[in-house]
């Protein structure tokens, strides 16, 4: 079947793929496939020529405490905080909602019944570097006020590594560092190096484990075969996050990692949203960083604190 190329220009186009019944974004440098009857998601992500660095996980499920199953698919997801095994594991099997809005795409999912939120994602591509926004709104359409946070989460295929920044300080009478842990989490994990300036985790097979932290530096970092994604979103001081106070958040475990942001934890009024954005930059033909002084060398070369 011929795909039907909708808007876009000559930098940057939209097509609709009949047979997978995904909408496909692509410009010079990036592609992205974001699903039609599922989501609100992103299911792949590369660069022009490459492979798509997003876990796919068309068999992972989540049986809920009622007994329905919640699939992963894998990609990127939009997830309400604190974490719930009903809330956050809102089913998302339903058709989306997908229009163009300015200079991106709109996905929008109509509203959840466990939850009385509305969910979505505004799509922007940058025409000049693999580079884009995504700026993530849970709505309020319920019945009641909610006490929320948006939360980003990107899974990842494995064979790569997680670079987390630690926290900088301007003074030494100060503590600056606070990590989060899962009780299944093992601290002793050979595959993670817990530095001065970076954790390290090396997606390999291993049992699950989970770290969290403040991230005033507000960037995370994925190496997978010569190419390194960074996402990067604001911190906001003083505000009351979930975790301890995380702002950032890493999971692995022997099928996929995931990269996660969320935002400050309030409450919603009816009506009322909350918005959480994220920029992505893509960097082809990267070495892969050994040690700390390896990424420290790369992160400076990039322009990231």
Known sequence: ???????GS????????????????????????IPRTFGPRILSLQLIGGANLLAELPDFAFERPDGKIYRF??????????????????????AMDI?????????????EPETGLEKSMLITLSNVDAKLTITHRLTNLGSDPVECAPWAITQFRTGGMAILPQGCSRTNLLPNRALAFWPYTDITS??????????????????????????????????????????????????????FGSSSECYCNHQFLELETLAPLHKLKLGASALHTETWELFPRVLFPTDESAVQSLIGSLGLE
Do not use: C
Request: charged share 25%; hydrophobic share 35%; net charge positive.
């Open 10 to 33: 000559a930098k940057s186009r939209m097509k609709i793929d009949k047979l997978m019944d995904v909408v496909t974004l692509e410009t010079k440098k990036l592609r992205l496939q």
């Open 190 to 243: 050979p595959h993670v190096t817990i530095g001065n300036r970076f954790i390290l985790v090396r997606a390999e097979p291993q049992p699950p484990f989970k770290i969290g932290f403040p991230n005033p530096r507000g960037w995370l970092a994925y190496w997978l075969e010569g190419t390194l994604f960074v996402k990067q979103t604001a911190y906001h001081s003083g505000e009351p996050y979930n975790d």
């Open 73 to 94: 698919y894998g990609g990127h997801r939009l997830w309400s905080a604190p974490e719930d095994p009903i809330r956050s594991y809102a089913l998302d099997d339903l």
């Open 99 to 111: 229009s163009q809005e300015g200079d991106g795409l709109l996905i929008r999912k109509p509203v």
């Open 1 to 7: 079947m011929i795909p039907l190329y909708i808007g």
